[in-house]
C-alpha cells in the first residue's frame, strides 16, 4: 500500500493528462488491444526520438525479446551482453535458446567497456563462435561509450541491441539515447522515467522492421480470413488503454528530466564533501537523464550503515544492480570481467530519485546521510 510519509525510490508521477487519453478510449469503446492510443503514443514518441520506427508493446523485456528475434539469434548462438543490468536485459537471450556471455563496465560511465568487448569478440571468433548481437545498456540513464561500443560492433559485423529501458531523455552528443543501436528499446515500467502501468517499445530503423515487430507482438497472423500461422508468434503488443497513459506522459517527459536531474545536483551539492562518496559524473558529451542518483561509497559496511539509517525512517534506497556474472542463473556463463562492476555492486547505493520528491523529503535524506557518515 502506498502511505504519504514512506519516501520510494522512484515511483509513478501523474503529469495531469493520462485520465483524459484513457477516457478517450473508453468513450470510444477502444478498449481491445489496438486502437488510437496505440498509434497516437508511437507518433508521439517517433516525433521525440526523430528518424527512427517505433512499435509500442507490453513490456521492455518484450522489446528486447523481439530485437533479438528480429536480428535473428537462436538456438546455440552467442549474444555478448553488459553484466551491470538489471535481468531483463540478459534473459530474453535464454528465451531465444542462445547463450549469454558477460561483459564487465569501464568507469566513466559503469556501462559496457570497449576494451573487454573486443578482447570478447576476439576470443570468440578465435573459438569458432563468432557473436550474433550485442546488447549495451545506459545504466541509471547514463549513455555507454557510444562511439567506441558502435565501432567495435561495425569493424566485426555484429547488431547491436541498445537497452534504453532507463535512459528515455538521454543523449549522447545530442543523439537521442533508443536511436544509436540496430534497434533500441524502452520501457514504461511502474519505476521507469514515465511509465504505462507497463509497458516498452522497440525502436527500429525503418517500416519494414517496425512491421514486421508488431507482426510478431500481434500472435503472427498471415493475412488470411481464418488464423493462419507461418511463423511462432508473441502477445506482446501495448493495449489501448495503456497506451493512452503513455499520450499524457510523453507531454511531461522533459520535465520529469529536468527534475530528476535537479534532484542530482541536490545530492551532489549536499553530500559531495564527504571524501567518501563520489557521483558519477558526465563525461563531456554525454547527458543523462539521471533516472536514479547513485552513490558509491567506500565500503560494503558503509553502504550498509546509509541504507538501514534510511531504512529506518521509512526511505527507501537500493544497493547497485547485481552483476549478471555473479547471479546463480548464470554462474555456468562466460565472462569477461575486471572487478569494477563488482565493486559497484559492493559498494554502490541508488538514492530515492522520483521526479515528484518534494523538498522536504530531500532534506530528510540528506540530514540522515550526513548523521550516518559524521
Ligand atoms: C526495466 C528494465 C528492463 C525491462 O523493462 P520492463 O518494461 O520492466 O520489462 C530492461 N533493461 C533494463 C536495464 C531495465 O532497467
Known amino acids: 500500500m502506498l502511505t504519504k510519509t514512506k519516501i520510494y525510490l522512484s515511483s509513478p508521477h501523474m503529469g495531469g493528462s493520462e485520465e483524459s487519453y484513457v477516457k478517450l478510449a473508453f468513450d470510444t469503446n477502444w478498449i481491445a488491444p489496438l486502437g488510437p492510443n496505440v498509434n497516437g503514443f508511437e507518433n508521439d514518441i517517433e516525433n521525440y526520438l526523430g528518424d527512427k520506427k517505433v512499435a509500442v508493446l507490453s ?172 511463423n511462432v508468434g508473441y502477445n506482446y503488443r501495448m493495449s489501448n488503454v495503456l497506451a493512452g497513459i503513455g499520450r499524457g506522459q510523453m507531454e511531461v517527459l522533459d520535465e520529469r528530466v529536468e527534475a530528476r536531474r535537479k534532484n542530482f545536483e541536490f545530492y551532489k551539492q549536499n553530500l559531495e564533501h564527504h571524501q567518501n562518496i563520489e557521483f558519477l559524473e558526465e563525461p563531456q558529451g554525454f547527458y543523462s537523464n539521471r533516472w536514479l542518483t547513485c552513490i558509491k561509497t567506500r565500503s560494503f559496511e558503509e553502504r550498509e550503515r546509509i541504507r538501514l539509517a534510511l531504512l529506518k525512517q521509512d526511505i527507501e534506497s537500493r544497493p547497485l544492480w547485481k552483476p549478471m556474472h555473479l547471479q546463480p542463473i548464470f554462474k555456468n556463463c562466460l565472462n569477461f570481467t575486471n572487478g569494477i562492476s563488482e565493486s559497484l555492486f559492493e559498494k554502490g547505493l541508488c538514492l530515492p530519485s522520483g521526479s515528484n520528491l518534494n523538498e522536504q523529503d530531500l532534506y530528510k535524506i540528506i540530514t540522515i546521510i550526513n548523521n550516518t557518515l559524521k
Open 59 to 230: 513490456s521492455g523485456t518484450a522489446a528486447i525479446h523481439l530485437a533479438l528475434e528480429l536480428i535473428g539469434v537462436s538456438k546455440s548462438d552467442e549474444v555478448l551482453c553488459q553484466s551491470f543490468t538489471f535481468s531483463a536485459s540478459a534473459n530474453p537471450i535464454i528465451y531465444q535458446g542462445a547463450t549469454p556471455i558477460f561483459i564487465d563496465s569501464e568507469p566513466e560511465t559503469w556501462n559496457m567497456s570497449p576494451e573487454l568487448l573486443e578482447i570478447a569478440i576476439k576470443d570468440r571468433i578465435e573459438n569458432y563462435k563468432k557473436p550474433k548481437a550485442i546488447v549495451a545498456v545506459h545504466l541509471y540513464g547514463m549513455p555507454y561509450k557510444v562511439d567506441e561500443i558502435n565501432a567495435i560492433a561495425r569493424k566485426y559485423d555484429i547488431p547491436l541491441v541498445e537497452d534504453s529501458a532507463e535512459a528515455l531523455g538521454s543523449s549522447y552528443f545530442n543523439r537521442k539515447c533508443g536511436t544509436l543501436g540496430t534497434y533500441g528499446i524502452l520501457s514504461f515500467n511502474g519505476n521507469k522515467i514515465i511509465t504505462t502501468s507497463g509497458g516498452g517499445a522497440l525502436i527500429a530503423p525503418d517500416v519494414t522492421s517496425k512491421e514486421k515487430a508488431v507482426f510478431l507482438s500481434t500472435q503472427a497472423r498471415d493475412d488470411a480470413p481464418h488464423y493462419e500461422h507461418s
